[in-house]
């Protein structure tokens, strides 16, 4: 019993059993659009004579007929490996519901769908170029600074060098 105290809510059939169940329905209405007197109106002649033979081979026929189709259907389940594929497409199906955003689909307008993809990364990879740009900008401010330093040192340097070397004479 659950714990809400209602019945509990049945689970959506798989895709796996909507086509067998499509695959049944059909038969159906093929045994149905196949009547044993649509059979008998076919082969009246015969009929008339031998009633009994008549729905014997209509049986044997659409037993047949059935078989046939059943074992058609399931060698294309096995080759095709639909029910693995079924499967694979209610899982994915499932895992889905949870994504609060839609799925991209494609507008119709390569232009736009390629913008649409190519637009987001453009513009990160711009953001990053700018962090890149603006580090590099601080890294050389700070040797362009260095430089200045180094020159001013120097010209201190040479004015010293002038002044002892006047100093000595």
Not at 4 to 13: E, K, L, R, Y
Not at 137 to 163: C, M, P, T, Y
Request: net charge negative.
């Amino acid at each position: 019993a659950g714990g809400d105290g209602g019945p509990p809510v049945p689970a959506a059939p798989g895709r796996a059993q909507i086509f067998a169940t499509v695959v049944d329905t059909f038969l159906e209405k093929l045994v149905e659009a196949g009547s044993y007197q649509r059979f008998a109106n076919c082969y009246r002649c015969f009929y008339k004579l031998q009633p009994e033979m008549t729905r014997s081979i209509y049986d044997q026929f659409i037993s047949q007929l059935q078989t046939s189709i059943k074992e058609e259907i399931q060698e294309v389940k096995d080759e095709g490996n639909l029910e693995l594929l079924f499967n694979s497409l209610d899982k994915i199906v499932e895992e889905a519901k949870n994504q609060e955003e839609p799925a991209w689909r494609p507008s119709g307008i390569p232009e736009e769908d390629v913008r649409s993809a190519m637009v987001p990364y453009l513009l990160k990879h711009r953001s990053y170029l700018r962090k890149v740009l603006k580090e590099k900008e601080e890294e050389n401010k700070k040797v362009a600074e260095s430089v200045l330093a180094g020159r001013d040192r120097i010209a201190e340097l040479q004015r010293l060098i002038q002044a002892r070397k006047h100093a000595w004479q």
